[in-house]
C-alpha cells in the first residue's frame, strides 16, 4: 500500500522514495562574495554550486549566547569550513533589481498545500521603512497561490508578515527588540503545519534563535496547486523597491514541521542538484508504508489523568466513558497492552524509557471520520501508518469506527497530549504521575517565601477523576523558614501559622447599594437586535499611576466589541471618543469579535509597544489572539495563539516573573488548564503537553440546592495581592443553556476566592459564594452569569473593591438564536467591597486567644498589623525560632497594647521600636487578643508601614504595582 505524500523527491524526473520522516530537501551553503555583480540580479540560488550534496549538520557547541542553534561564523564543522564562509549578501533598496521570481530554472517546490520548514541565517544591514522587505517565498508563475514571507514597518511597528495571495493576506508576526538588530547574526525559521488550526486550514510559526514569535493560522484552507508551476526564493520580490539589504548563509527546506530542537541540526538526508538548476519537488509524490510494524520493546509510560491498562484484544471495553468494543484486532496487535482512557484524551504521557509506542486512531479517508481523525496530527509528530493492515474495523459497524494504526519509536522524555479519538497501545508499562512534591535541597525553583517548587514544574499530578479537594504541597510540608519581606503576611491558611487558639473567620464582601455603575447606553453597547451589555467579563480594570485615572476595557454588546473607559473614582465612567472607530470608544480591531479577553498592563517593560498586554479569545475553540499596545487603545503585535477552549483567560504571576494562560478544559466537564512562559507573546503558541491539567470543581463544592447540578469551574482569574495569588472559581451551578433560553435568564455563575503561595496549588477553604449571583426572581441586574474581572480587585482607602459583571436577562427575549436570547441580555458592572486584607480574620473573643507563626526571616525593621480590636487589645511578643523563649525587649510584657481598629496600625515595645538586630535571623511572632480580628502582619522596611507586596488592580495614592508609600495610600482620592 501506499499514499500521497509530500516528502518524494522529483530528480531528472526519476521518483526517490523516501520514508515517512523528515527530510532535508534543498540545502544552500551561501559562499559569494557581495562583489558578484551578476549574483545581485538573479535568484540566489540560481547557481549549482550553492546546493551542498554532502556533509552532515552535527550538533555544535554553544556560540554567540545560543545552545541551538549555533552561529554559522563561529561554529567549528558546522557544514564544512565556516572560517571560509563569506555569506551571500542581498541588493539594497537602491541597487540594481532583482530580476524575476518566476523562472522555472531555479527554486525548490515549497507549496502552502503541504507542511514544510524553511530555515537559514542572516544579518540585516538595515531595516525596512514603510515598504516591503522580502526574505523567502514560493511564488506561481500564474500569477496566484504565492506565500512570503517578509519584514515590513506597519504602522511604525517592525513587523513580520506572511503575505498570502488568494488566502488572507497581511498575516504578522511580533518583532522584539533584540532580534532585529542590525549586523548581528540570527537564525531564522518558518514552519508550515498543514492540517493544523481549529479547521484545518494550516498553522504559520516563526521562530528567531529557536524561539517561538508565535503562529498565524490561515482564514481560508489553500486549495491545490499545480506542481508544476511553483518555485522557490531566497532575498527578492519581484518589485526594485522592495529588495532586502541582509546577508543569508546555510539556508535548508525540510520536507515537515521541524522542533526547535531540529532546526539545522539534523541528517541533511538525500539533498541531490538539479542539471537545470535546483528545482526540488514537495508534492504529489508516491511514498511506500511500512507493511509489518516495528520492532523493539514497548515503551515505558508515565501518565497523567484517569486511565486503565488492559489487554488489546476482541471484546475488551475501549474507552472509561463509552460502552464501545473492540471489534477486531490486527493479528500482531492482539494481546498487547492499550490504555483505556477517555474517548476525549486530553491525558498527559511521558515517556519513562525509551522503545516503541502505538496510536490508533480513525481512517481520515471515510467523511464522517475526517472530522475527529488525528492521523494529521500523529503523522507531523512523527508517527508512522503502519499498513498491517492498512485499516480495520476498531469497534462498531460504521466506517465512521474504521481505523488505522500508527507506530513511532519514542525517546524517554518525549511529552504528549492526544486530544479526542486516539487510542495508545504496544507500551510495555504504564504507571501514574510521580510524587507531588520534590523537597530535596536544591533541587527546585526556590520561591520568594521560602517555598521550594518541585523539579519536574509545572506538576503534571492532577488526577482528572479524583473530585477530591486539590491537594496543597506547601501545606502540608511549610518551609522550615519562612520568608516575608514580600507584603503583607495573610491568614487565608495554616502557612504562617504554628499554633492558635484564635478562631478563623471569613469574610465576605458587600455589594455597592449604587450598582451598576456601567450599563449598556451606547449604540455600541445596546447592540441592534443583538442583547445590551457593558460587561468586564476578565478584561481589566487597573488604575494607572502615572496618568491617575482608572482604566477599563469591557465588552461592549454581547460578543460584539471591546471598548474603553476611564474614571477618576471607580464610580463615574468616561467613555472617550477614540480613532480606532471614529465616534465611538471601541479599541477591539474591527476584524475580531470577542469572547473571553483579559488586558493586563506591564508598568516595567522595557518596550513601550508592550505596556499593555491583551489575550483575547474569540467565540468558538480556535486560537485566541495576543496583542500589545503602547496605549491599551492601539494594539499590534498579533499573534495566533494555540488553540484552546472559548473562555480561556491569562494573568501575570509576578512573584515568579510567568505569564500564565488559564485554559479551559473539559476533564471533568468545565474545568482549566495551565500554560506559563517567560514572555508573553513567546508564550502564546506551545505544544499540547507544555499545557497540563489544573484546577476544576471539586467535592467539597456545595450543589445549589434548586437547581441540583453538579457544580464546574467555569472560568478562573488571578492577580498578585500582597503575598499571595488572589484567585476568583467562577462556579458554574446551571441550568444549561436551552433550560435558560427557554425563559430568557441568565445561567448561574458565582464568584469564591482562592489563594496560592506558589501560583499553581489552590486553597479554598470557604466556599460559599463571595460574590453570589442574585438567582431567577429576583428580577435584579446581577441575577446571574457573575464574573470576575482579570485584575480581582482594586485598592481605595481601606478598602477592596471587587468589580464584577452580572447579567438580568430579559424573559421577553427567547429568541432560539444564543445572539438574540434574553439569557445573555442586560449585562453591567457593579461592585461589591470587602475590608483591606479582609479575606480571613483570626478573631478572640473576651477571653482572649493566641496565634504563633512559624519561623519567619525578614529584612525589614517596623512590624504593622491590620487589627480590629476598639473594644479589645492586641500585643506580641518576638521569639527565638530555636529555643522558643521570648526575645528580650520583645515580650508580650514589653508590647505597648493596641486597641484600635486599624489595617496599618504599627507595634513597638517600650524598650523597642525597630526590629532592625533581628533581620536576617529566624524569629518567630506570638500575637495575643482579646475582643477582636487580626487580619495581616507584616514586618516593613520603614515606618511608613509600607508593605512591597502586590497591589492586585492597584489604587489612588500607589505608584506602581506594589505598595511603597503604606500610610500615605489612605484616603487618597476618595
Known sequence: ??????????????????????????????????????????????????????????????????????????????????????????????????????????????????????????????????????????????????????????????????????????????VPESPMTTNQWRHLALTYNRNAGATQQGVWSLFIN???????????????????????????????????????????????????????????????????????????????????????????????????????????????????????????????????????????????????????????????????TQSALLESLGFVWTQAPATFQLFGTSSGDISRTYQKQVTAGDMFVFPKWVVLAGFSTAEGPEPPFDTQEGRGELLYNGIELSTNWPPQTVDTADWSPMDVPYLEEPPEQIYIDIGRQLFVDDFLIATTTLQRVYGMPEKYSGNPVLSPETTLELNGNNNDAAVPKSGGLWWDPHEKLFKLWYEAGWIHTICYATSTNGIDWVRPELDVVPGTNQVLPTDLTPDSWTVVPDWTTGDPLQRYKMYMHPPGSSGAICMTSADGIHWVNRVTATASGDRSTMFYNPFREKWIYSLRASWRSRSRDYREHDTFLRGATWETEEAVHWLAADEDDPMDPVIQRTPQLYNFDAVAYESIMLGAFEIHHGPENPDCMAVGLPKITELNFAYSRDGFHWSRPDRRAHIPAERWGSDKW?????????????????????????????????????????????????????????????????????????????????????????????????????????????????????????????????????????????????????????????????????????????????????????KEALGVGL
Not at 59 to 68: E, I, T
Not at 89 to 96: I, K, Q, W
Not at 264 to 286: E, M, R, Y
Not at 347 to 352: A, L, P, Q, R
Request: hydrophobic share 35%; charged share 15%; with cysteine.
Open 1 to 174: 500500500m501506499s499514499k500521497s505524500c509530500f516528502a518524494g523527491l522529483f530528480i531528472s524526473s526519476m521518483l526517490v522514495t523516501l520514508p515517512l520522516q523528515s527530510k532535508t530537501v534543498a540545502l544552500w551553503k551561501l559562499d559569494y562574495e557581495p562583489t558578484n555583480a551578476t549574483l545581485n540580479t538573479q535568484c540566489l540560488i540560481d547557481h549549482a554550486n550553492d546546493l551542498t550534496a554532502s556533509g552532515a549538520l552535527t550538533g555544535a557547541a554553544p556560540a554567540g549566547g545560543w545552545a541551538l542553534p549555533p552561529n554559522p561564523d563561529t561554529t567549528v564543522n558546522l557544514l564544512g569550513t565556516p572560517t571560509n564562509n563569506n555569506s551571500v549578501y542581498l541588493t539594497p533598496n537602491d541597487s540594481v533589481p532583482y530580476t524575476s521570481l518566476t523562472s522555472a530554472s531555479f527554486g525548490a517546490k515549497v507549496n502552502v498545500t503541504n507542511s514544510f520548514t524553511i530555515e537559514g541565517w542572516l544579518s540585516r544591514e538595515a531595516n525596512p521603512g514603510t515598504l516591503w522587505h522580502y526574505m523567502a517565498g514560493a511564488h506561481l508563475a500564474s500569477g496566484s497561490g504565492r506565500w512570503i514571507l517578509s519584514l515590513r514597518n506597519l504602522n511604525g511597528v517592525l513587523t513580520w508578515m506572511i503575505y498570502l495571495q488568494n488566502y488572507g493576506n497581511d498575516m504578522s508576526f511580533p
Open 782 to 966: 446581577d441575577t446571574g452569569y457573575v464574573q470576575s474581572l482579570g485584575n480581582i480587585c482594586t485598592i481605595q482607602d481601606d478598602k477592596l473593591w471587587f468589580y464584577y459583571s452580572g447579567f438580568q436577562g430579559d424573559t421577553n427575549r427567547l429568541s432560539s438564536s444564543w445572539m438574540e436570547n434574553g439569557m445573555y441580555d442586560k449585562g453591567a458592572m457593579g461592585i461589591a467591597f470587602l475590608r483591606r486584607d479582609g479575606f480571613v480574620g483570626m478573631t478572640a473573643d473576651g477571653t482572649g486567644g493566641e496565634l504563633l507563626t512559624h519561623p519567619l526571616l525578614f529584612s525589614g525593621s517596623c512590624l504593622f498589623v491590620n487589627v480590629d480590636c476598639p473594644q479589645g487589645e492586641l500585643r506580641v511578643e518576638m521569639q527565638d525560632a530555636e529555643t522558643g523563649a521570648a526575645i528580650s525587649n520583645f515580650t508580650i510584657a514589653d508590647c505597648n497594647p493596641v486597641s484600635t481598629n486599624s489595617t496599618i496600625q504599627r507595634i513597638i515595645w517600650q524598650n523597642e521600636t525597630t526590629l532592625k538586630e533581628w533581620r536576617g535571623k529566624p524569629v518567630r511572632f506570638r500575637f495575643s487578643l482579646t475582643n477582636g480580628s487580626l487580619y495581616a502582619f507584616w514586618v516593613s522596611r520603614d515606618e511608613s508601614g509600607r508593605s512591597d507586596g502586590y497591589v492586585a488592580g492597584g489604587g489612588p495614592g500607589y505608584t506602581g504595582t506594589r505598595d511603597t508609600v503604606g
Open 210 to 372: 529557536s524561539q517561538s514569535y508565535g503562529t498565524i493560522t490561515n482564514s481560508i484552507r489553500p486549495s491545490a496547486i499545480t506542481a508544476a508551476d511553483s518555485v522557490f526564493a531566497l532575498g527578492g520580490r519581484p518589485n526594485a523597491l522592495n529588495m532586502a539589504s541582509e546577508s543569508l548563509d546555510y539556508w535548508r527546506v525540510s520536507d515537515t514541521v521541524l522542533s526547535t530542537n531540529e532546526f539545522l541540526n539534523a541528517n541533511p538526508g538525500s539533498v541531490t542538484s538539479h542539471p537545470a538548476g535546483l528545482v526540488i519537488f514537495l508534492t504529489g509524490q508516491t511514498l511506500s508504508e511500512p507493511d509489518t510494524p516495528l520492532e523493539g520493546v514497548g515503551a515505558e509510560l508515565t501518565l497523567q489523568g484517569a486511565f486503565q491498562v488492559d489487554t488489546f484484544t476482541e471484546g475488551a471495553l475501549l474507552f472509561l466513558d463509552r460502552t464501545y468494543t473492540i471489534a477486531v484486532s490486527p493479528d500482531w496487535l492482539r494481546g498487547q497492552l492499550f490504555l483505556r482512557s477517555s474517548i476525549d484524551g486530553e491525558i498527559s504521557m511521558t515517556v519513562k524509557k525509551s522503545g516503541v509506542l502505538t496510536a490508533i486512531t480513525a481512517d481520515p479517508n471515510d467523511p464522517v471520520a475526517a472530522s475527529y
